[in-house]
């Protein structure tokens, strides 16, 4: 397992390894530093897209560098845009998307993930998720506004129709109160809903 159990970002990605496949589409609702624009990238192939996001400008000069060294720019489209406005730039059906919610590690704490946004990008998601396709969230909430968004985030999920959506929720339980934690969220096949 390496280490997965101590790493929330390789727990997600070794589920979603298992939910996507060459010439699927996926998102990036956050990019942030591109590992997980990159990480998608891999796993949607050549045939593939990957949509990223990111409201900060250096993130996505981090995500493109990235990309580009390890060959990957070409599957990829980057956008300079609030993911809450997804469905501005994205109508294709997806099979997988990402969230990191926080701030951008190493840079202000003050340029955060915010709840009302972040609530649409997830009703935008749903829209365009795949029959078992799967939402991926780490949930950081040790910053101000961390607290309140993870709140609005698990209170719209935990309304979903069961029937239509599996939605679970992950932590650890031998650490501090505000650590990050992750929710999934698949779209269940064969629900006619």
């Known amino acids: 397992m390496n280490n997965r159990l101590q790493d929330i970002q390789g727990f997600l990605k070794t589920i979603l390894r298992g939910s996507i496949q060459p010439g699927d589409i996926a998102l990036d609702l956050t990019a942030g530093r591109g590992r997980d624009t990159l990480f998608l990238a891999q796993l949607v192939g050549a045939e593939g897209r990957v949509h990223a996001f990111d409201v900060q400008e250096v993130a996505l000069q981090e995500t493109q560098r990235l990309l580009k060294e390890q060959q990957m720019a070409e599957r990829v489209h980057l956008y300079h845009w609030d993911h809450g406005r997804l469905l501005e730039k994205v109508q294709d059906p997806v099979q997988a998307a990402m ?95």
């Open 99 to 193: 969230f990191n919610l926080g701030y951008l590690p190493g840079h202000s704490q003050e340029i955060t993930t915010q709840a009302a946004s972040t609530l649409a990008a997830l009703e935008a998601v749903l829209q365009l998720l795949r029959q078992g396709g799967v939402i991926a969230l780490t949930v950081y909430r040790g910053h101000p506004g961390g607290l309140e968004e993870a709140a609005a985030v698990e209170e719209f999920l935990s309304c979903l129709p069961r029937r239509k959506y599996s939605v679970l929720r992950g932590e650890y339980i031998n650490q501090l109160p505000n650590a990050p934690y992750w929710i999934l969220v698949q779209k269940n096949k064969g629900d006619t809903e």
